[in-house]
């Protein structure tokens, strides 16, 4: 079978933010596999649930790379019919009761595509994935650290876009300044804004001071504003932004107002009374 390397570009370790989403992905239902894969192209996968996470965490061996994919498929048959005309396809089978229930891989060119379908004939579940050429890709990835929690693997791991949003989450703080660009405006009343390719969002009572009745009575789509950071949610991945917090004291951010009252920064007095 040919080899599988995951693309690059940086290591990112599955620390707790990482397991915040996806315990967050399996309980919304779109995390249900978990990827365990070592050197030497040797992996092991993993049924997720909201029960067994920690458990399959616990379990999982230091320096492994991650990869949490969505659930399997049940239509074998739907699973076969959608494969590509060419390129490597990394397929996926979990067997049935007699089994034990355990999850396999193997990865096939075009060449071996018929023997590779007649390999998930029979399974419970399976799907066909093509994590190559700019394909399907995990909801998150990660590195795993040692028992000291030191990252020390050098796995070279292309971002998911679920990786991207985590990453950029993780710069951002409560009472932050950020520019975006309003890219829509919902009939419910929020405004969600582009800050640098990631969606906030701006409550309508955030958006001024005065009483509004409609987003579009501030803002417009495609305007540029700026906005202070209210709140950042990691395991829900929602930033919330205000407008009117720019217009008050920082007091409403619980940040000190800075003023000059302070002796160090106060000018000096020339008269030499002070």
Known sequence: MPSFTYRITKYDPADGDFWELVRRGVGEGRAALLEERHVANASRWHLLTEHNL???????????????????????????????????????????????????????????????????????????????????????????????????????????????????????RRGQVVTGTVAHIASFGVTFVDIGGFTAMINLPELSRDHVDYPSDVVTVGQEVTAVILDVDMSRERVSLSLKALEEPMEALGEPVKTTEDPAEAPEDPTGTR
């Not at 399997?72 to 060419?86: K, M, N, W």
């Not at 998150?140 to 998911?160: I, M, S």
């Open 54 to 172: 920690d458990e399959v965490r616990a379990r999982l061996a230091p320096r492994a790379c991650v990869a949490v994919w969505p659930d399997l498929l049940t239509d074998i048959d739907a699973v076969v019919a959608d494969l590509p005309d060419e390129g490597l396809v990394e397929f996926v089978r979990e067997g049935g009761k007699d089994e034990g229930g355990r999850i396999t891989s193997a990865i096939a060119d075009a060449s071996e595509y018929e023997a590779a379908a007649a390999w998930l004939a029979g399974a419970r579940a399976g799907a066909a994935l093509r994590p190559y050429e700019d394909g399907d890709q995990p909801l998150f990835t990660a590195v795993l650290p040692d028992a000291d929690g030191v990252l020390r693997a050098r796995w070279r791991t292309e971002q998911t876009p679920g990786d991207r949003d985590l990453a950029f989450l993780k710069k951002l």
